[in-house]
């Protein structure tokens, strides 16, 4: 959208994304406070209840804003709602950081848990204990849930951990595998195939659809990766059955 002359510029651009659907982008590049942006928004818009819209949902620097017609074809136009969200977030965005979760999630690094860890550190260039030391440094975050139920995406790590994927994708991956790739980590909540690099497992149990809420984690959950020993995997896997 314009900006007024003497106006500062929105931390947002809106734009279409297909006849039925427009995007809110708020940057270029995977970043916690941006993905807390997105959530924000996200849940702001679906408050506000705008008229025709079908769905909102939002990802790792933009929120998707589905609308449709009614059954008159006189549903909104992308000028009507780009107009109406401009309004919305001109009024101001609400923090999420203040009511975001604090969540430790267990993880059992190398050995049969995670056969990728030495192969991650030799590319790192550094020792597998220094590797298991990045990955549980403070301040990542889940950006979204994605791929599969109750699969997180996590991030932003520091930037030795920006690993490319394997090049053999497996095609079966172990439920809890904790894996690596781009700075950020994915956790397979069931078997399933994947390319990331496994560095570890957890043994919670992250998509229960008898659990409400399914998911475990949460878009905006702050985690806190904890080390665990093999005993203590085997241990509260069983609980967890």
Request: aromatic letters at 6%.
């Amino acid at each position: 959208m314009d900006t007024a002359p003497g106006q500062p510029a929105p931390v947002w651009r809106i734009h279409p994304q297909g006849d039925r659907c427009l995007l809110i982008v708020f940057g270029d590049s995977i970043d916690a406070g941006v993905g807390r942006r997105c959530l924000a928004v996200a849940g702001l818009l679906r408050d506000a209840g705008l008229p025709g819209v079908t769905d909102v949902v939002p990802s790792f620097v933009a929120v998707a804003v589905h609308y449709a017609p009614g059954p008159d074809n006189a549903g909104p136009t992308f000028a009507f709602l780009a107009r109406r969200i401009e309004t919305l977030l001109a009024a101001g965005i609400p923090d999420t950081d203040s009511t975001a979760r604090d969540v430790d999630v267990p993880v059992c690094y190398g050995g049969e848990h995670g056969p990728d860890l030495a192969e991650v550190a030799r590319a790192v260039g550094v020792t597998p204990d220094e590797i298991v030391a990045l990955h549980t440094q403070p301040g990542s975050m889940v950006f979204m849930l994605g791929f599969a139920p109750g699969h997180p995406y996590i991030g932003v790590h520091d930037a030795r951990l920006n690993l490319p994927r394997r090049a053999s994708p497996r095609t079966a991956v172990p439920m809890g595998s904790v894996a690596i790739a781009n700075r950020q980590t994915v956790i397979y909540p069931s078997r399933l195939p994947g390319g990331w690099n496994i560095i570890g497992a957890t043994p919670l149990k992250l998509f229960d659809a008898a659990r409400e809420p399914a998911s475990l984690l949460q878009p905006g959950d702050r985690i806190r990766f904890v080390p665990i020993d093999a005993a203590t995997f085997a241990r509260m896997r069983a609980e967890q059955a």
